[in-house]
Structure formats: C-alpha cells, structure tokens
C-alpha cells in the first residue's frame, strides 16, 4: 500500500515521444517515418515538427506521436512498382503501418493506483512484404517525460510489433513492450517514485476512462486488425521505489587450511524488473575474505512489480550458507520471502519510514574444499613391484581406489578407512604381509588413526597415505627322479636317486642328494632361485653317462598348482609359499634298424648284438626271421654292431659303428643293407687227385657235380687257350 501521506496528491505532467523505430529479428529497411499531429488523426499525411531522423519531439495532452514503417503499391496488381508511403519527411497515414500514442491529462494520482496514460493507436494498412513467410518485426521506444513535484525526467519503455503474414490464418499483429519499467525515479517527502506500465484494455476509440472499473483485466499486449484502425489504453501507476543492496560474504569451511580463490559470483534477475538489474538482468560480484562485495541498486524495487534475484549455479566447493534480506539496510525486519539461493519482493512492499526503505539482502557463501588423499605402497623386502596391489581409503560410497600413486579429491570432515588387496594376477600375493600403514598432511594436524587404519582430512588438506609390505619366509623341498622307459635294457635301469646332488641357488642356497635334511622342507627367503644338479664325480650307477640323460625341473607350490620360470630361467618362491621342487632324470634313448643281403639279396639266418661304447656290460642281442632287424630303447650313444652269427656259405661283416640319438631310429644300414659276400669256391687240380675241397663239393649232391663240371669244363678251356 502506498504511504498515507501521499495517497491522491501526487501532480502528474505527462508528455510523449515516439523514438527508434527500426526493424528487427532479420527485418531491414521498412521506410520508416516519424510524425506528430493533434489527438484523434488516424488519416492523410503528417509532419514531423520539431522531431527528427530518428525520433519525434514530445508533445503533451491533445496531440499525438507516430512511428511507422511500410508502403503500400500504387497500382492494384502484384507486378505494380509504384509505391505510396515513402515521400520525404512526411508520414502517410494512408498507406503505412503506423503506431501512434496520445498521452492523457492525469492530473494527480494516487501512488499504487492503476490510471490511463493514454491511448495506442495502431493504423494497421497492408504494407509490401509483410506477406511473407513469418511476416516482419519492428522495435520502437516510447518516450514519456513526466514532471512530477515539479521535477521532470523521461522514461523509456521500448516495445515491439508483429506484422503478421496478411494471407496468414491469424493475420492480426501484435505490439508489447518489452519493458514496463525504467530505472529513472522521483524523490518527494524523502521517498522515490517512478512510473509502471501495467497493460492494454483495447478500446473503440481515441478516448480512454480515468479509471479502471468492474476488475477489467490488462493484457500484456496489443492486438491490432490487419486493416484497420484499433485503439487501446495504455495503463500505468506511480509506484514506490526501494533502494536495494545485494551483499555477498565468504567464508571458510571450519578447521579449512589454505587460502580461498578469488571468485566472481552470478546473480540472474527473473520477472518484469529484469532491466534495472543489468544486461539481461544479470550481474556478478567479487567478494574477498575478509572485505564483502555489494551490487547497490537505487531503483533495484518497484513496488508495483515483483522482484526475483536467483544466485546463479556455484562452482564448485562453495556452498550457500545463508541468505537474509532485511529492511533499514539490512539492520531492521526480515522482508520478502527467501527459498534456497533466491530471494522474492513481491509486489506492493511499500515503506513510510524513509529510515526503513533501504532493503539489504546477504548471500554469505561457505568455502569447503576438498581434501586429497593420495596413496602410496612401499615393498620392504622381495621383488614385488608396487603396482601389484590395489590400494584404497573408504567413506560409504567414496573412496580413493588404485594403484601406488592413486590421488583423488575427497569430502573433507570424514574418516576414510583404509586397506590393500592383491590383484587377480597377483600369483605371490601369499608372500607378503602388511607391515604398517603411514600418513601425513603437508599443511595443519592431521587425525589418523595408525591401529584402526583410518584418517580424517581437513578441507584443503593434501594427505599421503602409505602402505609397507614386506616377505614372509619360504619352505622348499628338492626331489629327484629317475624316468627309464619300461623295456629299455636291464643294464639302463641301475641309476638312483642318490647319484646326483641336488641344488637351489638364491637368496638362500641349499644343497644335497633327494631326501637328505639339507633339501627337505628348507626354510628359504622368498626370491627368484635357480636349480641344478650335478651327477656324482664317481659315476653313475650302471656307468652310463650323465649325458644319456634329459635333466628337467618341476616346481609345485602347496596347492600343486605349477610354478613357471621367469624371463632369466629362475624359479620365482614367495613369501609364505610351501614348494617341492622335483628334477626329473629321463633316459634319453633312440633304435636302430637294418637290413642284412648277401650280395644284394635279402640274407636270413645272422644273428647281432649292439655294444654301447665304454659301458661294460652294456650290451643288447639281435635275431630275426627275416633279413630286417630292429631294436628299440636304447640309451643314446655310440654302439657296436657286430655280427654274431653268420649265415651257413658266408663271410662274416666286420663290426660297424653307429650313433643312437634320442627319439629316433638310426636307419642308416637299412636304406644301405648290410651286405655279406659268400665263402669263395674252391679249385680243381689239374693233375689229378681230388683235395679237400672236392669233397665238400661232393658232399653237395648233383648240385655240387654241376658245379664241378662247369668248373672243369673252364679249365680245359683255358688250357686250350
């Protein structure tokens, strides 16, 4: 409500400019014209006395001003080029579309009272071009000057028309103003006031009621007939205005260590006052800790519209505090409504007490940064590398999580848990033990909790957290075994297991034969060993060399899962792993197969046995019904193959050397057959008596009185000869 003492006695001069008319939204030329003539003149062609390119001049009651923009063809059909409403510094009221505003005699009116300050005419002729797709758009200002208390200022309310498509389904245009306010005020009795546009009632005619009656509702806009001439009052009030003063306060969140930023802070205006509050209703401010920033607005409340300031999004780690809005600059009564960041004057907070106009509203923001937490894995002892535990420091669903090095901002205030865990692939991770967890802050005391693995950062604070490893012991048991193929000879089966000595090379060395204390359940340092064996300096059981035999090594943790070599041949035992080591001696043997001819021919009846060379008693026999022979699981080695029985006519072969290899069959005397020559034949005397030989001969049958004969016969013929 207005104050009593200036209810109904306020003076009001009223007086009209029309001013910047100009397309807009991607409308361009338009012809503009501005004129003025008496109130009521909707027709023919006006001047502009006293105005100029860009405006009219003010006139007061009793006449008018028009802005306008258009033409209109000459001619009646679509190829016309002749046009009407472009004549030099006159404005045809015939053919353009014109606005026009005639300001009314208001005499004195009471302060928050709705009263008419004058009719709108829109002499709405078609116009070239507003035919298109979308129509045309136009800005304009109208320009009241108001003398009031005998002090004269002018006001600025700019609006905006329409021109809709005439062939359209809705071809009336439409002005509104988009500004009912204006950041001009008068001061009377020690209390500002200044003018409020409130709304349209369309009217038949150039005349308009001093009052509003029966609770005629105001429209936001002005709607005109598409070749006609509409008429509607333009209805405004004198309303209080408040001086307002934003201020905003920073803070620092408790026990906060560190400085604050330098931040700047948005504010966005929303409603009908947004113009008095910068660009766009926005504006921003830049407190420090220790000095508060404030945005005073002189005309920041119109009483007669609703004020609405919202603090725009807050960056990140600030927070609102509070937010009051108090009369008597912010010393006396709560006013207005508050609801989280945005504070509301609504319409009609009205103040007599000048002491008490003054309103003050306090944003104080709460900086709270964030704490880092950054963790840290150390290895005492052993070869694991860091990475092969996942760290981590817990608070319900936060939490820092990842390898050494995992640094992440945290909610400050809030006791974080921590713990480790090996990864999946993490085979050793049995090997290791948590020795002790470590934290310190780079700035302030930190709370942390050693026994309980728990910290509580402070906001800002840059916490390091570490996690220190370290080996437990290992136990490893050396085994040896011996693997000879089932049918190799006899003489191969005689070596032990006491033959070879049995050794783990590493952090820590054992060594012994299997089952001996010195490599049974050995307590080790974890690491990285190698295993070896060396055969006894005296020999091997049986005497075969150690080359005949294949040395490989198994190791097998308590769970009998197998333990691969690293990338240097090593065993790697961790910490706390049970292990038995297995060497594994496998006789490594091969065959040989060959074929026995006599001159060429397939030969039964010989009889073999193969040697190994320098082993004694190292020897295998060899029969077959046929003229091919074959033995089979032979240690490797260089062997003698010696005919042993004869076939009954033949020479005996002499010894051959051959080579047995592992895993194959030595077939060189097969694809090239052992050949034996026969026994050879005999001769005949010439002077008679039969020797020795002939009695083997006749011991033949004919056969052997063929072969004498022919014998015979050969020597008579070279004796002829």
């Not at 035999?549 to 943790?557: G, N, P, V």
Request: proline share 6%; charged share 20%; with cysteine.
């Amino acid at each position: 409500m207005a104050p009593a003492a200036l209810r109904g006695t306020i003076p009001l001069q009223v007086q009209a400019q029309a001013a910047n008319h100009h397309g807009i939204n991607g409308t361009t030329g338009g012809d503009i014209r501005y004129g003025s003539a008496a109130a009521g003149t909707v027709s023919g062609k006006i001047p502009n006395p006293g105005g100029g390119a860009g405006s009219t001049a003010f006139v007061g009651p009793g006449k008018m001003v028009y802005s306008a923009h258009g033409r209109g063809q000459k001619c009646g059909n679509p190829s016309c080029t002749y046009y009407e409403g472009q004549e030099p510094g006159e404005l045809n009221l015939k053919v353009k579309s014109a606005v026009g505003f005639a300001p009314r005699e208001v005499g004195s009116v009471d302060v928050g009272k709705e009263f008419a300050l004058g009719y709108f005419v829109h002499v709405n002729n078609p116009i070239v071009g507003s035919g298109g797709s979308g129509g045309q758009h136009y800005a304009a200002t109208l320009n009241i000057k108001l003398t009031l208390s005998g002090v004269e200022k002018t006001l600025s309310f700019p609006w905006t028309i329409h021109e809709t498509p005439n062939n359209g389904p809705h071809p009336n245009d439409i002005l509104n103003f988009t500004s009912t306010v204006a950041p001009v005020s008068f001061e009377s009795g020690n209390l500002n006031y200044t003018l409020t546009i409130h709304g349209f009632t369309q009217n038949t005619g150039a005349s308009c009621p001093a009052e509003l009656t029966g609770g005629t509702p105001l429209s936001e806009q002005f709607i005109t007939v598409e070749g006609q001439k509409t008429y509607g009052c333009l209805w405004a009030s004198i309303e209080q205005v408040r001086k307002v003063t934003i201020e905003k306060k920073i803070e620092k969140a408790p026990d906060m260590v560190g400085e604050m930023p330098t931040t700047e802070f948005g504010f966005t205006t929303t409603g009908e006052l947004i113009n008095l509050w910068g660009a766009g209703g926005k504006f921003s401010l830049k407190p420090k800790e220790a000095a508060p920033a404030t945005e005073v607005n002189e005309n920041g409340y119109n009483t007669g519209k609703e004020l609405k300031i919202t603090e725009d999004t807050l960056g990140a780690n600030w927070s609102l505090k509070s937010l009051s809005c108090k009369d008597a600059d912010g010393q006396g009564a709560p006013i207005g409504s508050i609801s989280g960041g945005t504070l509301t004057l609504a319409k009609g907070l009205s103040e007599e007490d000048s002491a008490k106009v003054p309103i003050r509203c306090t944003y104080t923001n709460l900086y709270t940064p964030p704490a880092t937490i950054t963790l840290l894995k150390e290895v005492s002892s052993g070869t694991a590398a860091a990475s092969n535990w996942t760290l981590s420091a817990t608070h319900g669903t936060e939490s820092v999580n990842g390898d050494s090095g995992a640094s992440a901002k945290v909610t400050p205030n809030q006791e974080y848990t921590l713990s480790e865990k090996p990864k999946a692939d993490f085979n050793e991770a049995g090997q290791y033990e948590l020795e002790a967890w470590s934290c310190s802050a780079d700035q302030g005391q930190l709370t942390f909790d050693a026994n309980a693995k728990t910290v509580t950062p402070k906001p800002g604070q840059k916490v390091t957290c570490t996690a220190k490893n370290r080996l437990k012991s290992a136990t490893l048991t050396l085994v040896k075994k011996i693997n000879v193929p089932a049918d190799a000879p006899n003489w191969a089966k005689k070596a032990t297991e006491k033959d070879w000595n049995l050794k783990a090379n590493g952090p820590t060395s054992i060594e012994g034969t299997s089952g001996d204390p010195g490599v049974t359940n050995q307590k080790i340092q974890p690491g990285n060993y190698a295993l070896s064996e060396t055969a006894n300096p005296a020999g091997i059981t049986g005497g075969l060399p150690a080359t005949a035999y294949a040395e490989s090594w198994e190791c097998l943790d308590a769970a009998g899962a197998r333990v691969d070599k690293n990338s240097t041949g090593a065993f790697p035992f961790a910490a706390g792993g049970t292990y038995t080591c297995t060497a594994t001696n496998t006789l490594q043997t091969g065959g040989a197969k060959w074929k026995k001819t006599g001159e060429g021919q397939p030969l039964t009846g010989s009889e073999w046995t193969l040697t190994l060379n320098g082993v004694p008693g190292a020897t295998v026999g060899a029969s077959s019904a046929t003229s091919e022979f074959e033995v089979q699981d032979l240690p490797v080695g260089t062997y003698t193959l010696h005919e042993s029985k004869v076939p009954a006519g033949y020479l005996a072969h002499g010894d051959l050397e051959i080579t047995i290899t592992k895993g194959a069959t030595n077939e060189e005397h097969y694809s090239t057959p052992i050949d034996n020559k026969k026994r050879p034949v005999p001769r005949l005397p010439l002077t008679g008596g039969l020797g020795e030989d002939w009695f083997v001969i006749l011991a033949g049958g004919a056969g052997g009185i063929a072969t004498l004969l022919a014998v015979a016969a050969r020597r008579r013929k070279r004796s002829a000869s």
